[in-house]
């Protein structure tokens, strides 16, 4: 019996992409930087994979309705999530799970796998409130990364070595408060990528050292970019950002010109591991950069 178990678990992931998805998200990280910010790991994960820097943001272009539809699948109108801040829907959303939220990324691979390890680690508190804690393994936030800046990173890690998770993600609160602060576009935030692309260097060091990386796929992406010393309007500079993924099947292909939105990351994932998604999602897979 422990056996048949075993091999149940176990054929879930023959027809996926990967066992594992990595999802790195930088908060606040404009398209505009890229091509002048020092990020040798990133750019080394573009040149390896695919990418594009013309992802668009929902409107308004700002944190909760973004990191919403990234994860749950669908635009504002239908989840329901509608500002910087939201914690539950300011609009009814279209259909809830039995854990009553919205359906997420996390939630189809717990219904699709029982045993799957998925985790969520953050510094902004308000992603808590956007992944369906309840299919999560384990989600925690970091110290205040102003005293620790290094907290979130040691926490990946940490968890990644430990429990090997199908589904992680990882959520820096910056750029975004450096380009509060400081503003978008200056030294100060440049510096901040640069120190942030460091701690990624980290967590792709920890795939490999937890003897997962021949089977992983990493995304990197954000909920939004910004101009000046603030976000949520209408710029481009406001709703370009990356999409970048690499790592098994993933095509090494220059950067791709097909449209792609924020609620087509979670379609994508779910395509990773063959999950069937829900009716009320509407976004598309990018299936063309996977082999």
Excluded at 77 to 101: A, F, N, Q
Excluded at 179 to 198: C, R, V
Excluded at 272 to 291: A, C, E
Aim: with cysteine; net charge negative.
């Amino acid at each position: 019996m422990v056996c048949f178990v075993f091999f149940a678990h176990f054929s879930l992931y023959a027809g996926t992409k990967a066992k594992h998805v990595i999802l790195i998200g930088l908060d606040g990280w404009g398209s505009y930087s890229v091509e002048k910010a020092d990020m040798p790991v990133v750019k080394k994960l573009m040149g390896e994979g695919a990418y594009t820097l013309k992802k668009r943001a929902v409107l308004p272009s700002s944190s909760a309705v973004n990191w919403a539809s990234m994860f749950m699948g669908a635009c504002p109108e239908l989840h329901g999530y509608t500002e910087w801040g939201s914690r539950t829907p300011e609009i009814p959303s279209r259909e809830v799970t039995r854990h009553g939220i919205f359906p997420t990324i996390f939630s189809l691979l717990r219904e699709a796998d029982s045993k799957a390890e998925i985790g969520c680690l953050y510094e902004w508190d308000g992603i808590k409130y956007l992944v369906d804690t309840l299919s999560l393994n384990y989600h925690a936030g970091a110290s205040d990364y102003e005293k620790f800046p290094t907290s979130l990173s040691e926490m990946a890690v940490k968890y990644m070595k430990e429990k090997r998770p199908n589904l992680l993600a990882v959520v820096f609160d910056n750029p975004d408060h450096v380009g509060h602060a400081d503003g978008h576009d200056t030294p100060a935030y440049y510096a901040k990528l640069a120190e942030l692309d460091g701690y990624i260097g980290q967590i792709v060091e920890a795939a490999k050292e937890a003897g997962i990386w021949d089977d992983t796929i990493i995304i990197l992406s954000v909920d939004h970019g910004g101009i000046g010393k603030g976000h949520g309007g209408k710029t481009l500079q406001e709703l370009e950002t990356p999409f970048i993924v690499a790592g098994k099947n993933v095509k090494r292909i220059p950067e791709f010109k097909e449209s792609m939105m924020q609620f087509d990351i979670a379609a994508t994932i779910a395509y990773i591991f063959d999950l069937k998604t829900p009716q009320v999602w509407i976004g598309r897979p990018m299936k063309h950069v996977f082999k």
